[in-house]
């Protein structure tokens, strides 16, 4: 090897050398995610995020992230595992984050399992604007049903039938969303009670079975209320009691009581 070519190994390694790196969950902090009151179980998870650093702020960081919650969690209940919930959060208060409704999607095995061989699949949407001023875009599907007894393995409906169906289904959907608030809006959502009437009203067209609103986005939202916000958070989650039904046993009486009969009696 010729002499003083391998300069780097005489200087002692590179300028500076490498950083010691820490582990980055020190400088994190935990905080509850609190479900709007249309749900049953409002602690719904905890989320991350790193601590108030200079200019860069905590709590700032975690408004408008968005969490996907699943709603057989947020209600207690099996049943209702294929629909995923979109939370939004929109403030932090101490070490919770209040939420809002941000969007509901089917779970893919959902829709999978609904998707058959010898039915037509029928699907529409359409963009709403709900009283508080959330326009909202909603995804319906549904499929033609077979009538009974029938003999032919198929059951296609005709185009015509099909634009019929999509216009029914964009009808009710624009009525049902249009006159209520976002809010009473998730409460039609989760029992699927569109998607009943969308097929009770199209029967006369062609029978449809599994009418579902497989999508719903929120596209556009109202300036923030922090009023309303606290609304939809404020009447669950501490139980209020309920009024005492018997009598105050004697015993319980307090003194001072006691002392203000016991004047009187002497009176």
Known sequence: MAVGKNKRLTKGGKKGGKKKMGDPFLKKEWYDIKAPSMFSVRQCGKTLVSRTQGTKIATEELKGRVLEVNLADLNNDEDQASKKIRLCIEEVQGRNCLTDFHGMTLTRDKICSLIKKWHTLIEANVDVKTTDNYVVRMFAIGFTKKMPDQVASSCYAQTAQIRKIRKKMTDIMTAEA????????VKKLIP??????????????????????????????????IT??????????????????????EAAVNTLTADVQAAQEDE
């Open 192 to 225: 699927e009670s569109i998607g009943k009437e969308i097929e009770k009203q199209t029967q006369g067209i062609f029978p449809l079975k599994d009418c579902l609103i497989r999508k719903v986005k929120i596209l556009k939202k109202p300036k923030f209320d």
């Open 178 to 185: 249009g006159k209520v608030q976002l809010r009473e809006l």
């Open 228 to 249: 309303k916000l606290m609304e939809l958070h404020g009447d669950g989650g501490d139980d209020a009691g309920v009024d005492m039904l018997r009598p105050e046993d």
